[in-house]
Structures are given as C-alpha cells and as structure tokens.
Nanobody, 121 residues
Framework: VQLQASGGGLVQPGGSLRLSCVASGRTFKVYVMGWFRQAPGKEREFVATVTWGNNKYYSDSVKGRFTISRDNAKNTMFLQMNSLKPEDKAVYYC????????????????WGQGTQVTVSS
C-alpha cells in the first residue's frame, strides 16, 4: 500500500488542523493505521492508531486533543488536531501496521512522506 499525507501547515497555539492520509490499493480496510510524528533532533514517536474495527489508541500527550478516524470507502485516514501546542510541532507521518506493538514505529511496514505541522504565534 502507498500512503500520501497532507494537511499540515502553520497554526497559532490553540488552533486546529486536520491531517489526511490517502492510501492506494484495495486492501486499506484490513490495515491498522497510525500517525507518528518526529520533531527535529528527536525520535519518531507514536501519536495515534485506529484498527480495522475502529478501535482507537492515543499517546498520553495528545489524548483529549487529537482524534483519529478512517473512511474505508475512501481509503483515507484523518487526524483532527485541536488545541495545538508549540510542542506539537513536528513532521507527521501516516503508516500502515505490519506486526507488533501499535506504538512502535518498527511495527509499521508502510509510510507516507510526512507533512509538516508548525505551531507558533
């Protein structure tokens, strides 16, 4: 599966952005999909995951502010980000799970190219 992330940009603290991830291929609906982010000088970190059964998991740092969702009919996953903070600044990546723990980058076999999110006044 090939993934294309979009929707990043510059937003003020407290603002919102909605990221999208479009997948090619007809098997999107069977994949557990996730969002990760990577800030300069830091390791890639887990943000959220949505399973094929629509179970959702979030990192503690975004829980209550971010919402992950998917539309299998459109092969698309979303990340609605509200109440953004400067520490949310990072390149955000979408990924399709392969095997292993949902919160580990190594468990994902397919990655999008990333979209930059900057939170600054």
């Amino acid at each position: 599966v090939q993934l294309q992330a979009s929707g990043g940009g510059l937003v003020q603290p407290g603002g919102s952005l909605r990221l999208s991830c479009v997948a090619s291929g007809r098997t999107f609906k069977v994949y557990v999909m996730g969002w990760f982010r990577q800030a300069p000088g830091k390791e890639r970190e887990f943000v959220a995951t949505v399973t094929w059964g629509n179970n959702k998991y979030y990192s503690d740092s975004v829980k209550g502010r971010f919402t992950i969702s998917r539309d299998n009919a459109k092969n698309t996953m979303f990340l609605q980000m509200n109440s953004l903070k400067p520490e949310d600044k990072a390149v955000y990546y979408c990924a399709a799970h392969d095997s292993g723990s949902y919160d580990l980058p190594g468990s994902y076999g397919y990655w999008g190219q990333g979209t930059q999110v900057t939170v600054s006044s």
